[in-house]
């Protein structure tokens, strides 16, 4: 939906290189949730992180992959050393009252992450 | 963790037909969503639903939250329909599979 913002909208990357997805929540939205969709298959969800601080991980591989929301600029998830299984969709969505609000999240349109 | 199924996985439809997509959880839901990812991979929210009834247009959606199923009614389609319909539970945001809709005209 208009209004979350998520940069690079593509991403391609050599394994063992980083890669860095940003995500501008709608503007109030203080709840950022990162998803990622593999090829031929649905939304899993990754992390969720309010303003300084992650509040879910839980899906979030254990090695490699980190995410941050600091309290100026955008969401940041951060992938190290990528290998090809990492290639896939990964969208952010935005909330602005937290998860047990009910309040509807806004997705944005996904960075397409390919590892050659 | 719960449970979320979709079915049916595949639908292909001619222009103007009328078709019901189902999302079946296997524990009571505080929140549930459905989404339409287009063919650009966009994802767009149709319905926050966690029980009753909404309609938006052609789009209506229902949700028995007691019976654990919430359904999708998509009323003389269009190519622009076209796209995987998700349903989510927002217990512990658990998407189902999709279902992969095709309009054809």
């Known amino acids: 939906n208009a209004g979350v913002m998520q940069n690079p909208r593509h991403l391609v990357r050599r394994r063992g290189q980083e890669a860095r997805l940003r995500c501008s929540p709608m503007?109030?939205?203080?709840?950022v949730y990162w998803y990622r969709q593999l090829p031929e298959e649905g939304l899993k969800f990754m992390v969720y992180?309010?303003?300084?601080?992650?509040?879910?991980e839980s899906g979030m591989p254990k090695e490699r992959f980190s995410a941050e929301f600091p309290k100026e600029g955008p969401s940041i998830l951060r992938i190290q050393q990528v290998v090809r299984g990492d290639s896939a969709a990964y969208f952010c969505?935005?909330?602005?009252?937290?998860?047990?609000?009910?309040?509807?999240?806004?997705f944005g349109p996904g960075t397409r992450l390919l590892v050659l | 963790g719960i449970q979320v199924e979709q079915s049916p996985p595949d639908l292909i439809l001619q222009e103007g037909a009328n078709s019901t997509l189902r999302c079946n959880f296997s524990d009571s839901v505080n929140n549930l969503q459905w989404f339409h990812q287009n063919p650009w991979g966009q994802l767009i929210n149709l319905f926050y639903i966690p029980s009753g009834t909404k309609q938006n247009g052609r789009l209506s959606a229902t949700t028995v939250a007691t019976e654990r199923y919430s359904l999708l009614y998509i009323s003389s389609s269009q190519t622009t329909d076209s796209g995987v319909y998700f349903c989510a539970a927002y217990n512990d945001m658990r998407f189902g599979a999709g279902t992969r809709l095709t309009v054809k005209p």
């Open positions: 992180l309010q303003k300084e601080n992650i509040i879910d």
């Open positions: 503007k109030g939205h203080s709840h």
């Open positions: 969505a935005s909330q602005g009252t937290g998860f047990f609000s009910g309040e509807t999240q806004y």
